[in-house]
């Protein structure tokens, strides 16, 4: 079973389109997750999914009126619809300063609740389902262009401004001493996050996009030992799980983002008792040095 | 760098925290807040460093209208109890110090630092392996990593023993000698041994009083 997934992978063109944009999701989801993370917004890659879902339903709904360039490339819409929930959840958070997880609630249900809608005015919805769970196996060439520009940019911000990221995300207020314009930052980055979650949105499904994202740095954080190491261990895990989790949608014909993410779970478990269990050994190994 | 602050006053809502406070410092000034838990000491800090509105009275630096001002990096800041800093996320001091520094700001000038503190040993640490003693120490450097000519402290002693305290205030001594105007925010009564040059006192009744210390040592 094995041997042939590892011979169709570099003999059929959609396991290789899977295999490149998994990838490079694998990169993109824990980098940007490590900062979700550090900056305590776990919950908003969902909420900007279900808001991508409005761009994706809304394409549909397009095309079902006969544009049909909307149907092809219904991400296009998925991004644009993700950033101006970002920019609403900005909005919000700066009307509950005290309550910023309102907003949070207030996007997801509006973004759930348009969604519904327009699936439901689109005549054409049998992609609903891949929308949710995601479906790698699928993509075409145009998603593979898009994840590479989108990695590109995540890229290039990173490697010019990774410090400013890094210090804003640990520190809001400390970061106003280091010359940093928090509110523009704040703006790029729920940009960037909203234009990567759409991305995800294909491949992992609205309802797994987090988990992608969050679950590799939550193993991470058990054993990284400085920022830099988390992040490394973050994408390896990822990388790991896009690769199995590959393997096992092909072989047992299950979603792909239900398989990665499984896998995700998995590592994350294997993690925190291996963790757990080289801590217990130590404690006794001091208190048996401590009764000699 | 001068502060000028004429007539500030400040309400959370209709409760009003802060009436009427007029300070003047220049550089190389050492002002004690002083006042109980609640009195507006931080409400204050706040008022001077852009995050409430002030409204009314105004706050100048160097001439400059606070509202105009955007040299923030001449400030360096230790927060109350650190509790705005996420250290529970792996990352070490040396991490944190690089991406907490300036162009201007060198690998050396931060090596310095740690080692002017006391805590040259650490940089490879963890930041959540570290004691509140530690981490305070790693604040201060993080806060004078980019030369601030005016260096903010809010309670910086409320977690920390005695033997750091000590430590702590003799650096902030040290600190002010070298020019650097200190403003350091306390409900301590343990203020009579700082050689502070001003004191601001916040009332229970949100009044206040600003004096200017004489060189006897007596407010």
Same mark, same amino acid.
């Given at each position: 079973? *094995?041997?042939?997934?590892?011979?169709?992978?570099?003999?059929?063109?959609?396991?290789?389109?899977?295999?490149?944009?998994?990838?490079?999701? @694998?990169?993109?989801?824990?980098?940007?997750?490590?900062?979700?993370?550090?900056?305590?917004?776990?919950?908003?890659?969902?909420?900007?999914?279900?808001? =991508?879902?409005?761009?994706?339903?809304?394409?549909?709904?397009?095309?079902?009126?006969? &544009?049909?360039?909307? *149907?092809?490339?219904?991400?296009?819409?998925?991004?644009?619809?993700?950033?101006?929930?970002?920019?609403?959840?900005?909005?919000?958070?700066?009307?509950?300063?005290?309550?910023?997880?309102?907003?949070?609630?207030?996007?997801?249900?509006? @973004?759930?609740?348009?969604?519904?809608?327009?699936?439901?005015?689109?005549?054409?919805?049998?992609?609903?389902?891949?929308?949710? &769970?995601?479906?790698?196996?699928?993509?075409? +060439?145009?998603?593979?262009?898009?994840?590479?520009?989108?990695? @590109?940019?995540?890229?290039?911000?990173?490697?010019?401004?990774?410090?400013?990221?890094?210090?804003?995300?640990?520190?809001?207020?400390?970061?106003? &001493?280091?010359?940093?314009?928090?509110?523009? &930052?704040?703006?790029?980055?729920?940009?960037?996050?909203?234009?990567?979650?759409?991305?995800?949105?294909?491949?992992?499904?609205?309802?797994?996009?987090?988990?992608?994202?969050?679950?590799?740095?939550?193993?991470?954080?058990?054993?990284?030992? =400085?920022?830099?190491?988390?992040?490394?261990?973050?994408?390896?895990?990822?990388?790991?799980?896009?690769?199995? @989790?590959?393997?096992?949608?092909?072989?047992?014909?299950?979603? =792909?983002?239900?398989?990665?993410?499984?896998? +995700?779970?998995?590592?994350?478990?294997?993690?925190?008792?291996?963790?757990?269990?080289?801590?217990?050994?130590?404690?006794?190994?001091?208190?048996?040095?401590?009764?000699? | 760098?001068?502060?000028?602050?004429?007539?500030?006053?400040?309400?959370?809502?209709?409760?009003?925290?802060?009436?009427?406070?007029?300070?003047?410092?220049?550089?190389?000034?050492? $002002?004690?807040?002083?006042?109980?838990?609640?009195?507006?000491?931080?409400?204050?800090?706040?008022?001077?460093?852009?995050?409430?509105?002030?409204?009314?009275?105004?706050?100048?630096?160097?001439?400059?209208?606070?509202? #105009?001002?955007?040299?923030?990096?001449?400030?360096?800041?230790?927060?109350?109890?650190?509790?705005?800093?996420?250290?529970?996320?792996?990352?070490?001091?040396?991490?944190?110090?690089?991406?907490?520094?300036?162009?201007?700001?060198?690998?050396?000038?931060?090596?310095?630092?740690?080692?002017?503190?006391?805590?040259?040993?650490?940089?490879?640490? #963890?930041? #959540?392996?570290?004691?509140?003693?530690?981490?305070?120490?790693?604040?201060?450097?993080? %806060?004078? /990593?980019?030369?601030?000519?005016? $260096?903010?402290?809010?309670?910086?002693? %409320?977690?920390?023993?005695?033997?750091?305290?000590?430590?702590?205030?003799?650096?902030?001594?040290?600190? #002010?000698?070298?020019?650097?105007?200190?403003?350091?925010?306390?409900?301590?009564?343990?203020?009579?041994? /700082?050689?502070?040059?001003?004191?601001?006192?916040?009332?229970?009744?949100?009044?206040?009083?600003?004096?200017?210390?004489?060189?006897?040592?007596?407010?």
């Amino acid at each position: 079973m *094995f041997l042939s997934f590892i011979t169709d992978l570099f003999q059929q063109d959609f396991m290789l389109r899977a295999l490149t944009a998994g990838v490079m999701l @694998g990169i993109l989801a824990p980098l940007l997750g490590s900062i979700v993370v550090v900056r305590r917004l776990s919950f908003i890659a969902d909420t900007l999914g279900h808001f =991508s879902l409005v761009g994706i339903s809304v394409s549909l709904f397009l095309s079902s009126l006969g &544009f049909s360039y909307f *149907f092809e490339k219904p991400l296009y819409l998925g991004i644009a619809f993700s950033v101006i929930g970002g920019l609403l959840i900005e909005f919000f958070r700066r009307s509950y300063t005290n309550y910023k997880e309102i907003s949070m609630v207030i996007v997801i249900s509006l @973004g759930a609740a348009l969604s519904a809608i327009f699936f439901a005015l689109a005549s054409k919805t049998g992609s609903l389902y891949q929308y949710l &769970f995601g479906s790698i196996l699928t993509v075409t +060439n145009y998603y593979i262009y898009l994840i590479l520009v989108t990695l @590109g940019i995540v890229s290039l911000l990173f490697i010019f401004f990774g410090k400013q990221i890094v210090a804003v995300s640990f520190d809001e207020t400390s970061a106003k &001493f280091l010359g940093i314009n928090v509110s523009i &930052f704040q703006l790029i980055f729920m940009i960037m996050l909203s234009v990567v979650v759409s991305v995800l949105l294909e491949a992992a499904g609205v309802l797994l996009i987090s988990s992608m994202m969050i679950i590799p740095v939550a193993a991470g954080m058990r054993i990284g030992w =400085s920022f830099r190491s988390t992040t490394i261990i973050s994408i390896v895990f990822s990388e790991l799980s896009v690769l199995v @989790g590959l393997w096992l949608a092909y072989s047992l014909t299950i979603p =792909s983002g239900a398989a990665i993410v499984s896998i +995700n779970i998995i590592i994350l478990l294997v993690v925190a008792l291996t963790k757990k269990i080289i801590n217990a050994r130590r404690i006794s190994k001091i208190d048996k040095n401590q009764i000699k | 760098m001068q502060i000028y602050i004429n007539n500030l006053s400040f309400a959370y809502g209709i409760k009003s925290i802060i009436n009427n406070l007029s300070i003047t410092l220049n550089q190389g000034d050492y $002002l004690v807040v002083k006042g109980k838990n609640g009195t507006g000491k931080t409400t204050f800090i706040k008022c001077l460093l852009g995050v409430n509105e002030v409204k009314p009275g105004t706050i100048f630096f160097d001439k400059t209208d606070i509202t #105009n001002f955007n040299s923030w990096t001449k400030f360096g800041y230790v927060s109350q109890s650190f509790d705005n800093f996420n250290y529970e996320f792996p990352i070490t001091v040396s991490e944190l110090l690089s991406v907490s520094s300036t162009k201007q700001t060198t690998a050396s000038d931060r090596l310095k630092l740690l080692d002017k503190m006391k805590i040259f040993d650490i940089q490879n640490q #963890n930041i #959540n392996s570290l004691s509140g003693g530690q981490l305070q120490r790693v604040f201060i450097v993080r %806060a004078m /990593l980019n030369k601030p000519k005016v $260096l903010i402290l809010d309670e910086p002693t %409320a977690s920390i023993d005695k033997q750091n305290k000590e430590f702590f205030y003799q650096t902030v001594e040290d600190l #002010n000698k070298e020019g650097i105007t200190i403003i350091l925010i306390t409900h301590s009564d343990e203020i009579e041994h /700082l050689n502070y040059t001003h004191i601001l006192t916040m009332f229970d009744d949100y009044t206040n009083s600003f004096d200017i210390r004489n060189k006897g040592g007596n407010e």
